[in-house]
Each structure stands twice: as C-alpha cells, then as structure tokens.
C-alpha cells in the first residue's frame, strides 16, 4: 500500500525527502509530489500549502490522480487542551471545522449533507502513529528542552489523542483561542490542537474511504506569543519529529 506523507510547510517533514529512495517528480494541480521508497514502503511525499482548501485539494490529487491508499499528516498545531504543552505531540483522534458555521440552518460545526460535526481518523492507523510518536519521544529522551528550540519550558514531553480542530485563521491570542476551548467545550468538544488544514484532508479521505492519521507537534499554545514561537519551533523542533516519527510508523507498517 502506497502512504502518502503530507505537510503544510517544507519544514513540517523535516528531511524525509532527502532520505526517499529512487525518487521520481510529478507535477499537478500545481503542485510537486515525490513518489519513492522510505523504510521498505512505497511512499508520495507532499506539501499542501496552508490553509484547508490547499489542503482538501491537494489530497484530491494524492486520491485521485496518484492513487495513494491511505494519508498521514504531519505537522504542528497551536495547544488548546488544559495540560497540552509546548514540545507535546498530538495525534488527532477526530477532527472539526472550527469556522464551519451554516446556522441557523444546521447546527453550528456541523457539515451540511453529512449530519456530523466531527471526521474520525483511521483507529487502526491512528494507532500505530500513537505508537510511534510515544516510542520516538522515549527514544529521544522524552523531555522538551528550551534551551534547543527557543521556547517554552522544561518539562517531559507527552503524547496525547483526541480532538484537533481546523480553520482558515492561525489562532494567535489568548482571548480567541480561550474563547475557542470555551465554546467547543460547551458544546461538548474537548479540543486539544488547533491548525488549518487536517479536517479538510479527513473530510477528502471520508469521501473517498481512504484511511487517514495525523500527527501535530505543539508549536505554541496559541495565545499572544503563537508568532514569535512558531518559525523558531517548526524548524528546530518540529522538523526532527516528524522524521522520527513518521520513520518508526513506516518501520511498523512494513512487518
């Protein structure tokens, strides 16, 4: 089965491209994609650009065109959750359009014609990105240390699952991104993450029954300080998770 490896930013899959085996370049819709081989297993390496509609048609592209039989996301996000810290991992267990709002119509969040709020990743999948993401930080100490990424403060690093949620707009105060959690939480959301482009990729995969996973790294906690620690962070930090995890998940995949 072939996986495609999608990210927003370059820095978001760290030097995955450098280690692909027998590359071959493909162009379309705009967009570079890189078939080839990592850790044994047939791969597409991707980059969607930013925001959901980047995003929803660059897996199109991976589903249509390409063929890819199941995506992964990897990435960072901004920390919503009580106790989701800087340097933490999120795998996303479900995903929602925070700015999804057809009211009065349809309830706010829910997604006209599919009578939900919230897309379900792949459990099996989803699973062994857990798995790889607990086993890198082990691996790599299991601590987040500022000294080396410019931000934020010691502490053990942790894998958490659960909810992360997506718009087109970077949550940059702690006045939006409380009165985000509050709202979510109202609603019986508990969120943990926030970025912009994972829903629209999990609604791409529903509709063509494609297994989806996604892996956020925390940048920042999405408050006032969000812009000046997310380009230090997604370069010095993120970048090297995503190639320890997303190795160890290829490695899982090929037994």
Not at 196 to 223: K, N, W
Request: proline share 4%; aromatic share 6%.
């Amino acid at each position: 089965m072939t996986t495609a490896i999608l990210s927003a930013l370059p820095e978001e899959q760290g030097s995955l491209m450098n280690a692909l085996r027998a590359p071959e370049r493909i162009t379309h819709a705009g967009r570079t994609f890189w078939r080839g081989h990592l850790q044994g297993q047939p791969v597409v390496l991707a980059l969607s650009g930013i925001g959901k509609v980047a995003a929803a048609t660059t897996a199109t592209v991976l589903a249509d065109r390409l063929g890819v039989e199941r995506i992964v996301f990897t990435g960072v996000a901004g920390g919503l959750g009580e106790g989701v810290q800087v340097g933490d991992v999120v795998v996303a267990g479900d995903f929602l359009q925070h700015d999804m709002d057809a009211s009065p119509i349809f309830p706010r969040w829910e997604l006209p014609g599919y009578g939900r709020a919230r897309m379900s990743c792949d459990a099996a999948l989803s699973a062994m990105l857990f798995e790889a993401a607990n086993d890198y930080l082990v691996m790599d100490g299991g601590g987040f240390y500022p000294e080396n990424s410019g931000v934020g403060h010691s502490h053990a690093a942790r894998v958490h699952q659960g909810l992360i949620v997506s718009g087109d707009r970077f949550v940059s105060t702690s006045a939006e991104s409380g009165a985000l959690r509050q709202a979510l939480a109202a609603a019986g959301h508990a969120v943990l993450a926030v970025e912009m482009e994972g829903a629209a990729v999990a609604q791409v995969c529903h509709d063509y029954g494609l297994p989806f996973a996604a892996v956020r790294t925390i940048s920042d906690r999405a408050d006032d300080s969000a812009h000046v620690d997310f380009p230090h962070f997604v370069t010095h930090v993120a970048s090297r998770y995503a190639d320890g995890i997303v190795h160890g998940l290829l490695k899982a995949l090929s037994k």
